[in-house]
């Protein structure tokens, strides 16, 4: 299974931990986190309190 990995620029990396996570092989997926944000969206609802019954809505970062 191939894939294609972006260049990361310095607007990726930003610290001395993501320096090490990406020297460990570690990367960023913009699509899977897309697809993660979505899902949240689409299917997981707030159960309690005043939000009960809306959306999780993920904050950036």
Known sequence: MSREVESLTSDWIRTSADERAVADGCWFDLHAAER?????????????GQWAGQPFDLLDW
């Open 36 to 48: 993660v944000r979505l899902f949240f969206r689409k299917f997981l609802r707030h159960s309690k």
